[in-house]
């Protein structure tokens, strides 16, 4: 049974299955109705035919007893063509047979009380026989047996069929159910992740605080969160891809150290100590991207990081790698890293969003990254420029 699901997915589930199941019912009673008439045709070119065989059989045996000066012996007859029948003379009189019904000797063909009677008149008046009549007693018993089973046969696949659309309606509906529940995560994410530093803001300003430097350095470090919030929500869902960053050849270890006093400030909360050796590197890449890309590394080394952590950053031979003594990463885990909305953990806060921002600048750029982690020791992010 479909659960959690908002009115426009039930509506669209249900669109879906009944137009399915719709189209498949229609299709399947043309085909089974297709099907009735070729077999009930079958059943009656084969019936008439055994008809018109007994009847021959009938009129020859008639006149070659005729010929053979003998007489009719309805007995033996009766035991030998399995069907009711009757001779008739010139004058439409019934010569012997069981058929009770008045029937049209100069109709071939007829259907009487829901059976059908054949009319021969080969045996022309030999031993007085001018007609003989044979009549079918089982085409009806066919004809329902043939529709009770094409009921039964397609109440069966019908609901195969129904079974099969439910669970393609679920399919269907499947990735739209998972996507809003990663918007609905990701709004209730950035709600909270925006809350922190807007709190901050508001209690640093509020009537009641004390100007003090401790208030504005939380004022600045809440504006400067906020700040990184938008920017990222800016690079993944409103930049404009008709304007392409124009890359430059920058030099990289000065625009780490630059972000690593920005970062200072949150790394001495937790009392993180931070190293670096920077050899001087140049790359052709967006100077935005690059802080970007540089920045949300070093943010989550920070968040998911131990009190009293440390971080190692090192660029060498146009290889950057940012090491922390944090909480790590599982290794089966690894592997969904940089999906969209993706976090490895509830501990802290976030949205999912950074590592995809990092992945998708590598890829622009032609970086190798490769992250090593391990459970309750660290995680090293390596680009390979």
Same mark, same amino acid.
């Given at each position: ?11 669209? =589930? ?13 299709? &399947? ?26 009847? @021959? ?18 007995? %033996? ?23 009770? *019904?008045?029937?049209?000797?100069? *109709? ?59 669970? &393609? ?32 803001? #508001? ?9 003090? *430097? ?9 504006? %400067? ?26 030099? #990289? ?22 190293? @670096? ?9 967006? %100077? ?34 940012? +090491? ?7 290794? +089966?885990?690894? %592997?969904?890293? =940089? ?24 890829? *622009? ?8 982690? +391990? ?7 390596? #680009?390979? =420029?």
């Amino acid at each position: 049974m479909v659960i959690d699901l908002t009115r426009s997915e039930r509506n669209t =589930f249900f669109r879906f299955l009944g137009l399915y199941l719709g189209s498949s019912f229609i299709l &399947l009673s043309v085909i089974f109705y297709l099907f009735y008439k070729i077999e009930s045709k079958l059943h009656y070119d084969l019936i008439t035919s055994n008809m018109q065989n007994v009847a @021959s059989k009938v009129s020859s045996s008639i006149i070659y007893a005729h010929m053979s000066e003998l007489t009719i012996n309805t007995t %033996k007859l009766s035991k030998y063509i399995k069907y009711d029948y009757a001779l008739y003379d010139k004058n439409h009189r019934r010569l012997a047979g069981n058929i009770d *019904e008045n029937i049209n000797l100069g *109709e071939r063909l007829q259907k009487v009380n829901d059976n059908f009677i054949l009319v021969d008149g080969t045996p022309r008046g030999h031993l007085g026989v001018y007609h003989i009549a044979i009549k079918e007693n089982f085409f009806k018993d066919k004809i329902t047996k043939l529709i009770e089973d094409i009921i039964l046969y397609f109440v069966i696949i019908f609901s195969i069929i129904a079974i099969i659309g439910y669970y &393609l309606a679920n399919l269907f509906i499947s990735p739209i159910i998972n996507e809003r529940r990663k918007l609905n995560n990701f709004i209730k994410d950035t709600t909270h992740e925006l809350n922190t530093p807007i709190t901050a803001i #508001l209690m640093s300003t509020s009537k009641d605080a004390i100007p003090s *430097e401790k208030n504005m350095q939380r004022i600045n470090l809440s504006a %400067k969160r906020i700040s990184e919030i938008y920017k990222d929500l800016v690079y993944l869902f409103l930049q404009n891809n008709n304007k392409k960053p124009t890359p430059t050849n920058l030099d #990289l270890d000065a625009i780490v150290k630059e972000q690593l006093q920005y970062f200072e400030a949150f790394a001495s909360k937790k009392q993180i100590k931070i190293t @670096s050796q920077l050899e001087p590197t140049k790359y052709l890449i967006d %100077k935005e991207n690059f802080i970007r890309l540089v920045n949300n590394i070093l943010s989550n080394a920070i968040k998911y990081n131990n009190i009293g952590g440390s971080i190692d950053i090192k660029l060498k031979n146009n290889i950057l790698s940012i +090491e922390d003594s944090g909480i790590g990463i599982k290794k +089966e885990l690894l %592997k969904d890293i =940089f999906n969209r909305y993706y976090r490895a953990t509830k501990d802290q806060g976030g949205f999912g969003i950074g590592l995809n921002i990092v992945y998708h600048i590598c890829q *622009e750029y032609k970086i190798k990254i490769d992250v090593k982690s +391990e459970e309750n020791v660290g995680t090293t992010f390596t #680009l390979k =420029f």
